[in-house]
Each structure stands twice: as structure tokens, then as C-alpha cells.
């Protein structure tokens, strides 16, 4: 396994995740004694998985994962899902028992090849006997798939024999296998008409996009993931979801990045959907789930060159229009405390070295509507597939993987799902805000709220407070439950940067009866 460890490591992978276990022994054995990885230990193999995606959803770069065998890899699957539609890097290192064991009702012992098969860009089975030559090859192979020409999950099977302990190691380290990679060139320009529009999705090339909608003279409609709300670009329009009623047609979207948190802007494009829709992206799969596109540029933002005739009149309207609605939000009297209000009082706190993590179901669309602080080191969310499985994990991964402190807003059941990985935040620089609202909240904004089932099926109401999981878990605790008490307890944990859990507790009808009045209030 040295070989193959070594050579991970030389190809660039520096942080490794590992669970306890019996047969993953001598991997663990190889790291252990490598001096350049990092490692990074869990006992829940399910958050142990998006421990190591957060990491590499931080920095860009493959993390690598390492279980036993049965069960351990079954419980990587949220993750691995979550990766492959979020386009995030990571390597699986299962061990696995020897392969004539199979079928046999031998003790932990299960077919884990494919296991993964729908959701990795490449899955082999690491053979004892290879020579060594070969397995460097496969570790160089499997870092360059897990990143090109689509990042993503790779999962590599390692059968293992006894005696897995203890194990001789030559300890001699490689040299990395050059792989070069050429996405485009620059592109050949194209024309667009005067009057269109930027949506930004996810991308790391933000300023790129931003740069490009200043040269047009077009509005951006910048997705919180985008990160781009933290920038003072002149072409932002920042309520463009609360405006949309009144707005005017464009005549070409262009599309960076991912998709868009809201949904209320897709079914505005799909009315009427405009004479161009393009989307650019380096990474290969499709983005269309509205089915709109006219092309696709499979190219980075940067290397893309539009032009158009710039109408100056079109930017001011869309200017126009945002601040109109701006003051409509601003003048409201807020009351009673709901996660609206929470949002506001959030926007004026200092995270200027902070990362932001936005939790889904209501966390991600109260902040997407209402939470432009003045500074931020970014926004960070699990949209792949928009579950709340393995979030404060994923936190805590996103913490080492940044080097940076993190402010984190989540659910009531959000956070009761990866309880057990508050184990991680303890040493970390973590602020864990926690929005409880007895349940479901998201279901209070749906039909399905009037349903006489509703608090069976969906609201889930479960009469839980964090105060003893914060104490259980060795972590300073903080209670909210109007604007001065939010703003309190986040002014405090912010200026000490240590792990916190702050509760904030709001009621599900009120929050989705205020937010329904809203609605109608700026939108009429």
C-alpha cells in the first residue's frame, strides 16, 4: 500500500480521511508514516464521507477517503452521490476483504466492486501482486479522473490479506507522473445582443463572469453560491427574485457556472423563454434542467469572448428596479422574530475572514433572498443533490480544507441528523448557528401545510433543544430568540472564533405566515 499512498501524495492529494477498522489497517499504517499527508480521523464512516468532501470542496484538490470493509462503504454513498453532482474530487479507498471470500458467507464480507458505479468517473480493484510501477501508474490515473475532464468521486477496491498488522514498508518516495491537460483555447468572439442577462451559479471564476457583464453592460443575477454578492460589481441585481413581476424581457441569457438556488427565476425564463440561452462551463456534464438551452461552450469563463453593442438604458432599468425593491424590504417593521429576521440582523455582522455555509431547505433561500453582508470569505452549500445528510460534517471539512473559520446556518433537523458529527467542530473555528423551528420548516411553505396530516407526515414536530447536544459534545452554547439576543450571541462567537452553537429558536407557521405576507407586501 506504500507505493500506492506515495504516489497519491506526489500527484498532489494532501488530506486523508480516515475511519477506524480492522482490514483497512495497512492503508492506514502507509499514511500514518508518510510525512507529507495529512490525516483526519471520524468514527462515523457516513460523516467521515462528507468530512473529506468538504475538504475538497474548500480546495479544489482530491481528498482521499479510506473505510473498512461491509457496512463502512455502504455509509459513503450520501457522500459520494453529493460529489458527483456537485463536481467535487474525492478518492475512495475501500479495503475489502480477499475476493475468493465472496459468496461464501464469510464474516464482513460483501461484492464492493461497482458498489459506487453510477456516481464515480472511474473504479478499479487494486490487486496485491501488481508490480509497483503499475500501481503508481493507477494512483497517478485515479487523481487526473477524479479531476478531469469532469471532477469527481473515483473509487479505488483494495483486497487485503492477513496478516494486516504489523506491516514492512520501504518507505521510499516517488516522483509525481506529469499529466497535462488543455481545456481551449481562447475562443472565437461572438456577438449577443444589447439587451440580455448573466446568471451565476457556482464557479471559480467569479471575477471573470463579473468582468465580462461590466464589458456588456448586462445585469448579473448572481446565485449565493456564486459568491460573487460579496463583490461590489456596479452589474449586480441583488432582489432580482423579488422583482421579476415587473421586470423586462431580455433578448440572451448566458449562463456561468451551476445552477441557480431559485426556482422562481427558472419558471420566469420558461414563460418566455428568450431567443438565446447559453451556458458556459468547463466541466462536461449538462446543465439544462428546464430543458431552455439554444448552445453550450464547453470552455472556462475566461477564455470566452463576447461582444455586444452596449444600450446603456438597459442596466439603469434593471438599477432601477432593484432599488425599488431594496426600499420596499428596508422599510418594513419586522415582527414577530422569524428566520426573515434573522437574515437581516446576519447581514450586518463583521465575517469579514469568515466562510459562510448555508444549510438547505429554508437556510439556503432565506440567505439567497436576504443575506448580503459587506464581507465574506465565501459561500459554501451541499446543492449537488440538496440533502441534509452529513452538512455539519461537511462544515467541519470545510474548515480544514479553507484554514479559515466558518459560520454555518442550519435546521433543527439538519443539525439532529449528523449529531454525531459534532464530535469534529470541537477543535475547530466553527460557529454553528442553528435555526429551530420545531421541524419541517421548509413543508410550511408548501401546500401540503393545510393537509390535516401535516404535523404527522411532514412537520415532525420533535420538542428537541440543542443545550445538552452542545454539552455532550464539549461546546459553548448560546440562546436566541428575538434580534437583540441573535445579534448578541453572533457578535460574541465571531470575536472569540471558537467552536460555538448558538440556537435560535422561531416558530414554523409564524416564519412561513410572515414570509407569505411579505411576499405580497413587496410584490404587489
Known amino acids: 500500500m506504500w507505493a500506492f499512498i506515495d504516489q497519491l501524495v506526489q ?70 452521490m453529493e460529489a458527483h453532482h456537485s463536481s467535487i474530487p474525492l478518492l475512495l479507498i475501500t479495503a475489502d476483504r480477499p475476493s475468493e471470500l465472496r459468496e461464501t458467507s464469510a464474516n464482513q464480507t460483501t461484492d464492493q466492486c461497482k458498489i459506487f458505479q453510477n456516481f464515480v468517473r472511474l ?97 448579473v443575477f448572481a446565485d449565493i453560491l456564486s459568491s460573487a454578492r460579496i463583490s461590489d460589481s456596479v452589474c449586480q441585481i441583488r432582489h432580482f427574485d423579488w422583482l421579476l413581476n415587473e421586470a423586462p424581457r431580455p433578448d440572451c441569457i448566458l449562463h456561468f457556472g451551476e445552477r441557480l438556488t431559485s426556482k422562481r427565476l427558472m419558471e420566469w425564463i420558461g414563460a418566455k423563454p428568450p431567443t438565446q440561452y447559453l451556458h458556459v462551463s468547463p466541466h ?104 441534509i445528510d452529513g452538512n455539519l460534517a461537511t462544515i467541519a471539512g470545510l474548515s480544514i480544507g479553507l484554514n479559515a473559520p466558518v459560520f454555518a446556518i442550519v435546521g433543527d433537523l439538519t443539525a439532529l441528523h449528523d449529531l454525531n458529527s459534532l464530535a469534529l467542530l470541537k477543535t475547530l473555528p466553527i460557529v454553528l448557528l442553528i435555526s429551530n423551528n420545531d421541524g419541517g420548516g421548509i413543508f410550511s411553505h408548501l401546500p401540503i401545510a393545510s393537509d390535516p396530516n401535516f404535523e404527522t407526515l411532514w412537520g415532525f414536530s420533535h420538542g428537541r433543544s440543542f443545550e445538552h447536544a452542545a454539552r455532550l459534545f464539549d461546546i459553548s452554547y448560546s440562546f436566541a430568540d428575538d434580534a437583540a439576543t441573535l445579534t448578541k450571541a453572533v457578535s460574541k462567537a465571531l470575536s472569540e472564533g471558537q467552536s460555538h452553537i448558538i440556537e435560535m429558536v422561531t416558530c414554523r407557521k409564524i416564519n412561513a405566515v410572515s414570509h407569505q405576507k411579505l411576499r405580497e407586501e413587496v410584490l404587489c
Open 11 to 80: 500527484q498532489g492529494v494532501e488530506d486523508f480521511f480516515i475511519a477506524p477498522g480492522s482490514r483497512s489497517t495497512p492503508i492506514a499504517l502507509a499514511i500514518s508514516g508518510h510525512p507529507k499527508a495529512r490525516t483526519h480521523l471520524h468514527f462515523d464512516e457516513r460523516g467521515l464521507g462528507f468530512f473529506g468532501l468538504g475538504c475538497a470542496l474548500a480546495k479544489g484538490k482530491p481528498a482521499a477517503i479510506i473505510v473498512t470493509s461491509g457496512t463502512a462503504v455502504g455509509n459513503l454513498l450520501p457522500a459520494v
Open 123 to 219: 473504479q478499479f480493484e487494486l490487486g496485491a501482486s501488481m508490480p509497483q510501477q503499475s500501481i503508481r501508474s493507477k494512483a497517478a490515473h485515479a487523481v487526473y479522473r477524479s479531476l478531469h475532464p469532469h471532477p469527481g468521486p473515483v473509487h479505488i477496491n483494495c483486497p487485503l490479506r492477513e496478516p494486516l498488522y504489523p506491516v514492512a514498508f520501504d518507505f521510499m518516495q516517488g516522483t509525481p507522473i506529469a499529466i497535462e491537460t488543455i481545456l481551449t483555447a481562447i475562443c472565437a468572439p461572438k456577438e449577443l445582443p444589447s439587451k440580455g442577462i448573466i446568471l451565476l451559479g457556482r464557479t471559480s471564476e467569479t471575477e471573470e463572469a463579473l468582468s465580462i457583464a461590466k464589458r456588456l453592460g448586462w445585469p
Open 284 to 387: 462536461s456534464h449538462w446543465c439544462d434542467p428546464s430543458h431552455l438551452l439554444t448552445g453550450r461552450i464547453h470552455a472556462t469563463i475566461g477564455s470566452t469572448n463576447f461582444y455586444s453593442e452596449i444600450d446603456p438604458t438597459w442596466l439603469a432599468l434593471w438599477k432601477t428596479l432593484d432599488k425599488k425593491i431594496d426600499e420596499k424590504l428596508s422599510d418594513r417593521n419586522d415582527h414577530p422574530f422569524t428566520e426573515t429576521v434573522a437574515m437581516k440582523v446576519l447581514k450586518e455582522m463583521p465575517f469579514d475572514n469568515w466562510a459562510i455555509f448555508l444549510a438547505n431547505s429554508m437556510p439556503i433561500r432565506e440567505g439567497d433572498w436576504f443575506l448580503f453582508p459587506k464581507k465574506a470569505k465565501g459561500f459554501f452549500a451541499n446543492r449537488g443533490l440538496s440533502g
